[in-house]
């Protein structure tokens, strides 16, 4: 069974193609890798299936882009031999090696952009985000095995046009999810 990530997420629909947050949208000069999930600030994030902890790092980090605030991923492998990546996290809660049930806490969203960082040079993107106070989401990217590097990559996006083979579309590893009674 699958579990809703976000319980807390302002909106329980998956960001649809064309809207901000959705599967391989358009940035101008990326494309983003995943979907974001909007929430507050430390919502809880859970495992949307059974699997096992084979990755945590560094996804966003001021080092990289000075808007951006240091966040972190957690990579699952599910029993299906899908990589689900959750990022834009401030707070992890399990280790590499784990093994995570359905609706276990892995981690709480995290704000990824410093909005006093933000300047005229800034991608509009980032600039609409920040005007639409879209500062604070579940990033979750899905992978299909065998997985092929995704590069050019930075903090979600692939720089290049042609979308990387392992690259899936999370809205079709979250068909079927189950929301809990109180995301209803």
Not at 11 to 20: L, W
Not at 92 to 99: E, L, N, P, T, Y
Not at 132 to 150: D, K, M, R, T, W
Not at 164 to 172: A, G, H, N, Q, R
Request: aromatic letters at 10%; charged letters at 20%; one cysteine or more.
């Amino acid at each position: 069974m699958k579990i809703w990530p976000v319980p807390d997420s302002y909106n329980k629909e998956i960001p649809q193609q064309g809207m901000t947050g959705s599967f391989w949208e358009n940035r101008g000069d990326r494309y983003h890798c995943g979907i974001d999930i909007f929430a507050p600030e430390n919502s809880p994030v859970y495992a949307i299936q059974n699997g096992k902890v084979i990755d945590i790092g560094i996804f966003t980090s001021p080092d990289v882009n000075d808007f951006w605030k240091k966040t972190f991923y957690i990579t699952i492998k599910t029993q299906q031999n899908i990589n689900v990546k959750y990022a834009q996290l401030c707070e992890v809660s399990v280790r590499i090696g784990d093994f995570i049930n359905a609706g276990q806490l892995i981690g709480k969203i995290g704000l990824s952009i410093e909005k006093n960082k933000i300047s005229h040079n800034t991608p509009q993107y980032v600039r609409e985000m920040v005007t639409n106070g879209q500062i604070s989401s579940l990033h979750l990217e899905a992978y299909i095995a065998p997985i092929s590097e995704v590069k050019p990559y930075m903090g979600g996006n692939f720089l290049g046009e042609i979308k990387p083979y392992s690259l899936m579309d999370p809205t079709l590893f979250l068909n079927g999810v189950k929301k809990r009674p109180s995301d209803e």
